[in-house]
Each structure stands twice: as C-alpha cells, then as structure tokens.
C-alpha cells in the first residue's frame, strides 16, 4: 500500500523520486525496529525456548510452527552426531519412547533411496527438452526427505518424554504434545501393548500401540501442531521403551509433590 501511494505521488509530480525511496527505506526502518523489539521482548520475559517464543511473536501460529520444526529437525540431528539428549533442566527425568521405532524409519529411508536412484536414473530426463531441470528439482526433494526422515528418528531418539519439578512433558519429537502439572495425575498404569479407545490422547508410535496408560485429576488443553484445533483431555495412552520403570517414575514425582 505505501509503494502504491508513493508511486501515485511520484506520478502526479507532488514528490520526486530520491524523496519517495527515502521514505520507504525510513519506514522499513521503523517497522524492522518495531519488529525486533517485539521479537526481543517476547524471547525476554519467556522462561522456556526464546527463539520459539520470539517466531509465535512476530509469525502467523501455522507458519511459525513450520519454521520451528524445521529448525528443531536440524538442532536434533546435531545433538544426535554428539551423543546429547534435550532436556529443560538438568535435574529433569527422561523417559525415553524410541528405542524400536529405528528399523522403521531406516526402512523408509531405504524404500526413499531406491526411489530417488530410480527415479533419477531411469526416467528419461533429456526428452523433457527445456524442463529437463526438473531431473534435479526431484532430486533435491528426495534427497531432503531422506534427510527429513532420519532427523525425525533423531529428534524422537534425542527429544525423550520429562519428568520436570512441576510438569509431565510429553513429547513427540521435538514437537511438545502435552503439558501435565504432577497435581493434577491421579495415576499412572503400566500394561500390555495394544490399541486405546478414543477416550484417550493416543501418543503412541507408528504402529499406534501403547503400553502406559495416565489418568488426570482434572482435564488439561490439548492443542495441535498448528494451534489451531484443541482438545480438553483427561485420560492419555503413552509408548514408552520401559513402561514399568517410566509408570513408577512418574508415581514417584506425584507422590514428591503432594503433602504427606
């Protein structure tokens, strides 16, 4: 809208040129200042990830979500190459979910090199004349999903449930799918593995088994990836590698915060 006004003034002579593009620049400047404050003032007064809470201060929540989790594929792979596990606080207990879900993702990684040699090898590129370019497009974006995938197995290998002070964080990935303060757990039951009813937050893995179920002393706000869609649950269904261990871990933590 103001390049508009200013071409407009421009145009009819009430301004000349050096003017106008002196004015656009100072106004950038002025809204990139704007911006970076309130980027700053959002990452201050946050206690948890200050670059997250700074991109869901400055971008739309699904945009924001997309460039968060982009970054975070990437910040998991590099805390896999070290040998490092994320965590919230040093103190916090982790309950790690990952440990079979390996041979999975390495099949698919598999099944995405096939592809991409096949595809790149086979179809017959060079008839496509000026749209030979494509070869390479394709290329590009199998090769990233391959990368894509192997950083998604690192985030949940790297990225484990926690037991904080406070809070049950419930994770998938690097992406947080709950917040549980400990007061408000009523229990916490180890069990076969199996399938759950709707009546339940199912946060199991790609077969959708679980083998812990958590039952909530009041409801507590589920949202989705996108934050756009939410949901008030009061029961959750967790894959777990070690459900007896991670069932009294979490006992443990309730019983720790509630007075004797």
Same mark, same amino acid.
């Given at each position: 809208m103001l390049i508009a006004v200013e071409a407009a003034l421009v145009i009819g002579g009430r301004i000349d040129l050096g003017t106008a593009v002196a004015a656009l620049v100072a106004v950038e400047v002025i809204l990139g200042a704007a911006i970076l404050a309130l980027a700053w003032r959002a990452a201050r007064t946050h206690d948890g990830d200050r670059v997250a809470a700074a991109a869901r201060a400055l971008l739309p929540g699904p945009v924001a979500a997309v460039i968060l989790l982009e #970054?975070? $594929?990437? &910040? +998991? #792979?590099? *805390? *896999?190459? !070290? !040998? %490092?596990?994320h965590t919230e606080h040093r103190e916090d207990t982790t309950i790690?979910? +990952? +440990?079979g879900r390996g041979s999975v993702y390495l099949m698919v990684v598999a099944v995405c090199l096939i592809? *991409?040699?096949?595809?790149h090898l086979i179809v017959p590129w060079q008839r496509l004349g000026t749209w030979s370019w494509l070869q390479w497009l394709a290329l590009t974006l199998s090769a990233y999903a391959v990368v894509w995938i192997l950083a998604w197995w690192a985030a949940q290998r790297t990225h484990p449930h926690l037991i904080t002070d406070e809070e049950l964080i #419930? &994770?998938?990935? =690097? @992406?947080?799918? #709950?917040r549980v303060p400990l007061e408000q757990i009523q229990a916490a039951r180890p069990r076969r &593995?199996? $399938?759950? =009813?709707?009546? !339940? @937050?199912n946060l199991g893995g790609p077969g959708g088994g679980t083998n812990i179920d958590i039952d909530l002393d009041e409801p507590v706000t589920w949202r989705s990836f996108t934050g %756009? &869609?939410?949901r008030q649950i009061s029961a959750i269904a967790l894959e777990v590698d070690?459900? +007896?261990t991670s069932a009294q871990e979490i006992i443990t933590a309730i019983r720790s915060r509630r007075p004797h």
């Open positions: #970054l975070g $594929q990437i &910040r +998991a #792979l590099w *805390l *896999l190459v !070290r !040998r %490092r596990i790690s979910y +990952a +440990a592809e *991409l040699f096949a595809v #419930l &994770r998938n990935g =690097t @992406l947080v799918a #709950l &593995r199996g $399938q759950v =009813t709707d009546e !339940r @937050l %756009r &869609r939410e070690d459900p +007896a």
